[in-house]
């Protein structure tokens, strides 16, 4: 796979134009009956639930502003609509419109947002008005902070703390302690959001561990566990998460995907659940809730749960897109673990279906990506009903300003660890190769791609748009090529099946939009090909992580075009924290547009004082 690039045979395949054309039709005539599209490209018309209307919108017109400036298109909501769907259309090129309607569906996909009612229904009518400006905010929130304090104070008591550290732990050094934290990827760990004495016993920091032993001695049925799947040692994020969970303390883990997180929270969950007080049968719902982002990776986290046999514990993934009859029927069964998606778990417990009231061992999964996907409404709903001594577990691979806000709102002196840096990295374990070229380069270049793969190769492919996936799956197909492909657009057994396909073999090509960039945790992956850079460097990031998993190596190719541009500043920094090849063009490219920004910068600064000059002139009396 070296000298893929530079083969003689490179640049050799050309899709003839009206096969792609047929394609491309055919494409949009499978789409279903709630979106229409006008083959001349002048305008695409989506049909969403009325009920998500205000989402689309977002507050003041901000989101659907960001999203008209982000796809030079026009977005029109058609207010007379009516029933249950309401009508967007959708103006600019074909591929403007076309990122732009990617973007709207991903927006409400899965969410199960309501605008809020109006005052005067919420209002009854013998209730007076507020004068919301003499309202005392202070003793409202102090009403507020008494009636949780009442609501709770008659639930059953949460018993947190599992840990019995081994003595061989117990007497380490602070010098062995900071060695075995250096080794171990530079692992860092600290209270969060306040100093702490340390040498006190409320806040201290437990020692690392470095075997399964040190951390489950008193517990061999999981160790039993952990031996049947071949582990050999900790992860280094488990090796501190584990003897910091099991001791009942909050913890916020910033790790890199791949990197064991789920494993992490997973076990000392499992301790907890039988560990309770009151007895399993008089529970009223689960004890753990773990929210993520992605049905993938709800999914994933299930199957890895379901590798471990411990006390008969039952665990139910619950997800939009999934037949929700189904996952109903599962939770009205019982369960102590529900993994799930904001927007189903808040459709089951607004219908009385899942009681999170029990909940006593909570995990965000992937906290930046559910922030990034605009899940942080319903994460906040869902919160107000579960108990507020919970213990709390929050897992990132980036640490941006909306998780520490999260943090800060719903955590009790969290223990931060974080492995590697935080600075936003790619896994050291993969090169990464970056190639700039012109648009109409790239089939040619993913082509002679496919055609250099090794028999044990497997390639997940990214492209932005779910048409394009479509075109080269048919492409493929056409060739006789045996390939998978995964959007959002498609049904949920045929993403599962094809997420299996390459997991066995089956196929060596997945061609997926960002769907997939998270919550795919197949260790084998050995390539991954950007066929479209992504939107911004963060998802970068996450692609990259598919390949180079579980101590493996791996390779990402990254196509760029003129467009990319404003990018090239940021994928030099992740280039070179990764100690990676950078092309001299890249540099180029950043510097013209860092030139063009400033200048632009400039003009707009113009701009404003030439307005600023005119209406002086025009309130000014000759």
Known sequence: ?????????????????????????????????????????????????SGKVGKLIGKGGSTIRELQEKSSTRINVDRTSAGDTTAVIISGSAEAQEQVKQMIEELVQDSHYMPPKPVEQIRREDEP????????????????????????????????????????????????VANIRKMNNNIEVKYMFDEKEEHTEEFHIPNPIETFEQAFEGYPEILEEIRKQGFIKPSPIQCQAWPVLLSGKDLIGIAQTGTGKTLAFLLPALIHIEGQVTPRSERNGPNVLVMAPTRELALQIEKEVNKYSYHGIKAVCVYGGGSRKEQVNLVLKGLEIVIAT?????????ANILNVSSVTYLVLDEADRMLDMGFEPQIRKTLLDVRPDRQTVMTSATWPQGVRRLAQSYMKNPIQIFVGSLDLATVHTVVQKIYIIDEEEKLSMMYDFFRQMGPKDKVIVFFGKKSKVDDVASDLALQGVNCQSIHGGREQVDREQALEDLKTGEVQILLATDVASRGIDIEDITHVLNFDFPRDIEEYVHRVGRTGRAGRTGESITFMTRRDWSLAKELINILEEANQEIPTELYQMADRYGAWKE????????????????????????
């Not at 102090?142 to 732990?169: G, L, M």
């Not at 200048?599 to 309130?619: I, P, T, V, W």
Request: hydrophobic fraction near 25%; include cysteine.
């Open 1 to 49: 796979m070296e000298n893929w690039r530079n083969s003689s045979n490179f640049g050799s395949y050309n899709r003839g134009p009206r096969q792609n054309d047929r394609n491309r039709r055919n494409n949009y005539s499978n789409r279903g009956q709630n979106e229409s599209y006008n083959d001349n490209s002048e305008k695409i018309v989506l049909h969403i639930d």
């Open 129 to 176: 008005e507020v004068d919301f400006n003499a309202f005392d905010w202070s003793q409202a929130s102090k009403q507020c902070d008494d009636f949780r304090t009442e609501k709770w104070s008659k639930a059953a008591p949460i018993v947190k703390n599992f840990y019995k550290e081994h003595p061989s732990v117990a007497n380490m050094t602070k010098e062995q």
């Open 342 to 350: 904001p927007g189903r778990l808040n459709d089951l417990v607004e």
């Open 599 to 622: 200048k632009r910068a400039q003009e707009k600064q113009y701009e404003r004082l030439d307005r600023g000059d005119f209406s002086n002139r025009r309130g000014r009396r000759w």
